[in-house]
């Protein structure tokens, strides 16, 4: 039996070139998926970090909030009306009362916009409508109001605006409802604020309502804030840990 032919130079030069190609491609290959999982590593840690820095800024956002609440304690009183809209997803609350002549009242609220006090942005002011409908009449008598918080324990209110309704469609642009309110007398004026004070819009009813409405913005930001800390957390769960 014959030995067999070892390979030719050629033949053996082509394999180790070849192979060492292969060997090369494949040690590539592998240094390539290393850095790329060292980069998708990195990448994690980073936002990982990112989001515990998160984390702690909202977490110390809602514990300055929850121990700084100046609304804590009610102050005023409501008198004889009674909450008929108070949504937790709604900025404004809605209040009614309905005397025993007939007549009836409805007032909303809504949070003005914020003032600067000592550098701090403090809303100070809400607007309130005051609507009165007369027992058995559909026309109603609509006060647009500015409560306002003077300081040192005073709130008081000052009318903006009177209107006349014939009845509550009478809403068009189109539709006189009374001359500009400071163009009034200014007897006149205070005749009707004295008007909406017989009907229990009294300072005590508005300090009553501005810290309601201070009150339900407080509570809508700090279950917005534990709305995104459970988000943040839920992402990476190991920041809780």
Not at 75 to 100: A, Q, Y
Not at 161 to 167: D, F, H, R, T, V
Not at 225 to 237: D, G, I, T, W, Y
């Amino acid at each position: 039996m014959s030995e067999p032919t070892p390979p030719s130079f050629t033949k053996v030069f082509f394999l180790v070139t070849i192979g060492g190609r292969l060997l090369a491609g494949i040690a590539i290959r592998v240094q390539q998926s290393a850095m790329s999982k060292v980069a998708t590593l990195l990448q994690k840690g980073k936002k990982a970090l990112q989001d515990l820095e998160l984390l702690k800024v909202l977490q110390s956002e809602i514990r300055y909030e929850l121990n700084n609440n100046p609304y804590k304690n009610e102050t005023g009183s409501l008198g004889d009306f009674v909450i008929d809209w108070n949504s937790p997803h709604s900025k404004d609350i809605i209040m009614r009362k309905k005397c025993e002549s007939g007549e009836e009242i409805a007032i909303s609220a809504l949070l003005g916009e914020g003032t600067s006090v000592e550098d701090n942005l403090y809303p100070k002011e809400a607007n309130l409508k005051v609507c009165i409908k007369k027992n058995g009449l559909s026309s109603i008598l609509q006060f647009d109001c500015k409560v306002l918080d003077e300081g040192q324990n005073k709130v008081d209110f000052h009318i903006q605006n009177a209107y006349y309704l014939k009845s509550p469609s009478d809403l068009g642009s189109s539709v006189y409802r009374g001359p500009v309110f400071s163009h009034l007398d200014p007897a006149l004026q205070q005749e009707l604020k004295q008007y909406l004070i017989s009907r229990g819009i009294s300072n005590s009813l508005t300090t009553s309502l501005l810290h309601h409405i201070h009150s339900k913005e407080q509570d809508q930001y700090i279950k917005w804030l534990q709305k995104l800390e459970a988000m943040v957390a839920l992402s990476q769960p190991n920041l809780l840990k």
